[in-house]
């Protein structure tokens, strides 16, 4: 390992000073590629939206500067309190739903002695497979005539054209989707946690329930705060199931955020609108997610 420590003046060294100029160099060679990728992907085009939020401009970009015209007219829209109020809801139906079934799936699986990793394939394979699969598998299982759903219970319920069962029912098709991610992450958490901790608990008589609240909760949840955010910021990002299953309908019981930023933009050619639409929803994941930690923490050292 290299020696760093200045001499006893407190001076380093020239060949101390060249050897760590070269490090440095070193690492900001390795570092560059990557923070250039960031600043040209993510950085330049979020700023650009944020600029053209107080324009006018068209789905070119090309308009004139109106200030906060576009955030006037947006705070005002009903529509947009619809699709904030819809975003929130549907967050409510699959943020913490998605992970409580997650936990669930994962300490049933833990339990099992053979065909573990299978059983753990079986239920991350869904989280493979590209929307358009997903969304095409749910839309034959839900169909109103012949769904595999409705024939079973002899229902006529039409699930994605129903004012009331369409969120629930997109919901039901994202948790079915996205629930293998969280399995495997609360697996590792479950794996993680020293078998001492269970045999010195079953010496002292504690065993079922009692083995899960004084042992397993605590030690999952470091694990179960990260995936509570990751879930919240996916929500707030719903954008492909509720396109391809109701387009936002019926009655915009199911339009969300970024449906309503892309009709604005691609569909009314609205950019500097949608864009605006676009840097509200930021900043609402921003200020939702920074509240989510900071209950998080409290709660983990509570």
Known sequence: MLDTAPSKTGVLSP???????????????MVAPFVLFYLLFLIYPSFQVIVLSFTNADLT???????????????????FWTALVNTFYFILLTAVPNTLVGLGLALLVMRLNRLRNLVMAAFFLPYVLPVSVVTSIWNWV????FGIVNTLTH???TWFQDPVWAMPAVALVTIWWTVGFNVLLFIAGLQNIPPE???????????GFRLFRSITWPSLWPVTSLIL??????????????????????????LVLLLYSYQEG????????????????MVVILVVSALQVKLLNRGGRS
């Open 15 to 29: 060949e101390k000073r060249m050897q760590l100029r070269k490090r440095s160099l070193t690492a900001m060679l």
């Open 61 to 79: 970009g090309v308009g004139k500067w109106t200030g906060l015209t576009n955030y006037v007219k947006l705070f005002q829209e009903p529509t």
């Open 142 to 145: 839900l169909d109103s005539n």
């Open 155 to 157: 229902s006529t319920i």
């Open 197 to 207: 901790l269970y045999e010195a608990a079953a010496l002292d008589g504690a065993y």
């Open 229 to 254: 955010l990751l879930q919240l910021i996916a929500q707030f990002k719903i954008f492909d199931q509720i396109y391809l299953l109701t387009l936002g309908g019926p009655f915009n019981k199911t």
């Open 266 to 281: 691609f569909q009314q050619q609205h950019g500097g609108y949608a864009s605006a639409i676009g840097v509200v929803l």
